[in-house]
T-cell receptor, first 114, second 113 residues
Framework: DTAVSQTPKYLVTQMGNDKSIKCEQNLGHDTMYWYKQDSKKFLKIMFSYNNKELIINETVPNRFSPKSPDKAHLNLHINSLELGDSAVYFC?????????????FGSGTRLTVV | SQELEQSPQSLIVQEGKNLTINCTSSKTLYGLYWYKQKYGEGLIFLMMLQKGGEEKSHEKITAKLDEKKQQSSLHITASQPSHAGIYLCGAHSSTSGTYKYIFGTGTRLKVLA
């Protein structure tokens, strides 16, 4: 069973479109994250979310919005896609307590905007 | 598949002491990244190493990628309570055309004041 699953794995779309990437975790974790992997290959956090708080990285354009229908899902919506949005996006989850950091990543979604 | 193993798993040091965390890969590393995670927060990028023998420093944290490019060490000098958190190494791996980003097992650091 995949612990953190993202769909789709690959997404090619035109500029100006609106798209969503889905993320689901079956680990019972209470905190989920979205990361963008930039051209230098390191991860930059976009959002972290648990059932109490949404923390947004202030550098993230407001065209990006997280949607969480329940604790096991955190979807990423992107409006009016731009060329610079092309990247690999990773979803992750972790336990929110101090006993275990149980940090798990999805396999990533490669977004290409043309 | 490629794996990253970190040691030690957890570390408790007195403030002011130096410490080292290691990250060992089962395959050659072509890019190694160090992150720090504080409780309740996401990963914070610390530094990236690409070339064998490369060494980078940021404030009191120094990371090095060994010549054979299968191990990296993260060294903290004169540790402070603000250094406490979980340190993770990460690397991108491409096996049979499948792109993957993998993480080490993590090292939990506590610094006693």
């Amino acid at each position: 069973d995949t612990a953190v699953s993202q769909t789709p794995k690959y997404l090619v779309t035109q500029m100006g479109n609106d798209k969503s990437i889905k993320c689901e975790q079956n680990l019972g974790h209470d905190t989920m994250y979205w990361y963008k992997q930039d051209s230098k290959k390191f991860l930059k956090i976009m959002f972290s979310y648990n059932n109490k708080e949404l923390i947004i990285n202030e550098t993230v354009p407001n065209r990006f919005s997280p949607k969480s229908p329940d604790k096991a899902h955190l979807n990423l919506h992107i409006n009016s896609l731009e060329l610079g949005d092309s990247a690999v996006y990773f979803c992750a989850s972790s336990r929110g307590d101090r006993r275990s950091f149980g940090y798990t990543f999805g396999s990533g979604t490669r977004l290409t905007v043309v | 598949s490629q794996e990253l193993e970190q040691s030690p798993q957890s570390l408790i040091v007195q403030e002011g002491k130096n410490l080292t965390i290691n990250c060992t890969s089962s395959k050659t590393l072509y890019g190694l990244y160090w992150y720090k995670q504080k409780y309740g927060e996401g990963l914070i990028f610390l530094m990236m190493l690409q070339k064998g023998g490369e060494e980078k420093s940021h404030e009191k944290i120094t990371a090095k990628l060994d010549e054979k490019k299968q191990q990296s060490s993260l060294h903290i000098t004169a540790s402070q309570p603000s250094h406490a958190g979980i340190y993770l190494c990460g690397a991108h791996s491409s096996t049979s055309g499948t792109y993957k980003y993998i993480f080490g097992t993590g090292t939990r650091l506590k610094v006693l004041a």
